[in-house]
């Protein structure tokens, strides 16, 4: 059924028209945004979510190998100074002895 005045379809087709382009005109700007923002990105150097998470477990791994490694050393240490503890109390005695005929001969040794 048409109307009785062209005048107003004549409307509706240019509205309908006008709809149309702001529709287009919106999803050219979306996708140009779009295409900006990733370029953006790529020259801030950000890295993708794959290797953020590679290099989140060879952090991990290294801490780990890092903590064992320190308990490792930690223990070899402790077993140092127990080996060093045991071995030093029976040659306190021994030097003390030996400094003090060295300290006597000093005395004695005549003054130039």
């Known amino acids: 059924m048409q109307s009785e005045n062209r005048f107003f379809d004549d409307l509706a087709k240019m509205i309908n028209?006008?709809?149309?382009?702001?529709?287009?005109?919106?999803?050219?700007?979306?996708a140009a945004?779009?295409?900006?923002?990733?370029?953006?990105?790529?020259r801030m150097d950000f890295v993708s979510r794959e290797e953020f998470e590679a290099v989140k477990k060879m952090?991990?791994?290294?801490?780990?190998?890092?903590?064992?490694?320190?308990?490792?050393?930690?223990?070899?240490?402790?077993?140092?100074k127990a080996a060093a503890a045991a071995k030093a109390p029976a040659a306190k005695p021994a030097a003390k002895a030996a400094a003090k005929p060295a300290a006597?001969?000093?005395k004695a040794a005549p003054k130039k």
């Open 17 to 30: 028209g006008v709809a149309g382009t702001v529709a287009g005109a919106g999803r050219e700007a979306e």
């Open 33 to 42: 945004m779009r295409d900006r923002a990733k370029e953006f990105v790529g």
């Open 59 to 80: 952090a991990a791994t290294a801490r780990a190998e890092a903590e064992a490694l320190k308990a490792r050393l930690d223990k070899l240490e402790g077993a140092g």
């Open 104 to 106: 006597r001969s000093a």
